[in-house]
């Protein structure tokens, strides 16, 4: 699942020297530093004292966030890190406690390891003094969601603080059809899901029957008026009916209901243990969407330097959403080895970027309701232009829904 596997980006770490530009330039003005992006950031050999520089520029009150898969820090650099108080919060990539499970979904890990390295932080959490949160952030799809549950009881009985629970982004159709969440408006899906006992064979007669009448031909219109019965209710509630990203659903459906429970019972854990639960919506609201970057006045630094508004931003990489495969270009705004953060913050094309995406479901259309997009229109072919001509264009962002969730 993860995007390294289908980028053709150069691996590299942040350069030290840039980093401690930065920080000696715009440290000073921010509130949050967040030290993670695509790839794991103890595998960067300078990523301890980068944590030392960031305590030393930031102002008293901001904090410093480190997401993990958990699989370096070891016993030994926790000591560090917590003794010197570099890290305010810290969360661990765990997506079940099935240990055979996990190193199937995480391939390549050692979920002992992973494990012993949290036991040990939770352990010595319960010593330190001060605010420090540790967390877990998991992934939910197919193969895993109903170990939601007992995940979260384990960790609520370990003393996390809080978990953030993320649907798979799809990178492949593969991943796709192992999420368990929607991209239908949950009021579009409650019009149509009816229309499911039909399936495409609705699709075919009423275009049969719309053709036939114009050229004449006396026939039935009963399938033809019960698509336009759906289209007239999802007019009335303000939504587009996409039929056929239903019918290609189908299995999803089904198990939709078994996701929902887990959830639930997730929640019902974690407000008995009362830790801070973040799960992600089953289905997106198209009237209801907004960019946890601009919400957060958040901009993202890559390995390079360069600056981008948010992690899926952040490097050329294909997608596959709504039944259809698009690619993804990577969108920059300033390069922090030539500009400083608030010079490239303060640019007009910028600002422009977030004015737009202040006013998200206005500005923004959602194509998750749209037949085109299922059919694949021109629009959803790239990230490039939506139909509401805006560029880039982020109509199909599940990060929007809050159907993916990360850590910012």
Avoid at 153 to 161: G, P
Wanted: overall charge positive; some cysteine; glycine content about 4%.
């Amino acid at each position: 699942m993860c995007i390294r596997r289908v980028w053709k980006a150069e691996l590299q770490d942040l350069n030290f020297d840039l980093y401690k530009k930065i920080a000696e330039s715009s440290f000073s003005r921010l509130e949050r530093l967040i030290l993670y992006g695509l790839g794991e950031p103890f595998v960067n050999p300078n990523f301890p004292k980068m944590l030392q520089i960031a305590r030393k520029h930031l102002p008293k009150n901001s904090t410093i966030t480190v997401s993990t898969n958990g699989s370096l820090l070891t016993p030994t650099i926790a000591n560090k890190i917590l003794k010197k108080a570099t890290a305010d919060s810290i969360s661990f990539s765990i997506d079940t406690m099935d240990v055979v499970k996990l190193s199937r979904i995480r391939e390549g890990s050692q979920p002992s390891a992973i494990m012993k390295n949290f036991q040990y932080l939770t352990e010595i959490k319960r010593r330190v003094e001060g605010n420090f949160k540790l967390g877990v952030e998991a992934v939910v799809m197919k193969d895993n969601f109903m170990d939601l549950p007992q995940l979260v009881r384990s960790l609520a009985e370990r003393n996390v603080d809080y978990i953030i629970v993320s649907h798979v982004v799809p990178y492949t159709e593969d991943i796709f059809r192992n999420s368990v969440y929607m991209t239908l408006s949950k009021p579009s899906f409650d019009i149509i899901k009816p229309s499911l006992k039909y399936g495409w064979s609705l699709i075919n007669e009423a275009t049969k029957e719309i053709l036939g009448r114009a050229y004449g031909v006396n026939i039935s219109q009963k399938s033809a008026e019960i698509v336009m019965n759906f289209w007239k209710k999802g007019e009335e509630a303000g939504y587009w009916i996409n039929l056929p990203l239903l019918f290609d659903s189908k299995d999803k459906v089904e198990m939709i209901d078994q996701v929902e429970k887990a959830f639930l019972e997730s929640a019902k854990i974690a407000q008995e243990y009362q830790i801070d639960l973040k799960l992600p919506r089953l289905f997106p609201d198209a009237k209801d969407r907004s960019c946890p970057y601009v919400d957060k006045n958040t901009l993202v630094v890559r390995s390079d330097g360069i600056a981008v508004p948010c992690l899926e931003f952040m490097y050329p990489h294909p997608l596959y959403v709504n039944t259809h495969l698009k690619k993804i270009y990577d969108i920059s705004f300033g390069d922090l080895k030539r500009e400083k953060v608030e010079d490239v913050w303060s640019k007009e094309e910028y600002a422009k970027f977030r004015d737009v995406r202040k006013n998200f479901t206005k500005n923004i259309p959602w194509c998750g309701d749209c037949p085109y997009s299922t059919l694949k229109c021109f629009f959803t072919e790239t990230n490039k232009l939506d139909c509401y001509a805006n560029t880039p264009a982020c109509s199909e962002c599940i990060y929007s829904v809050t159907l993916a969730q990360c850590n910012i």
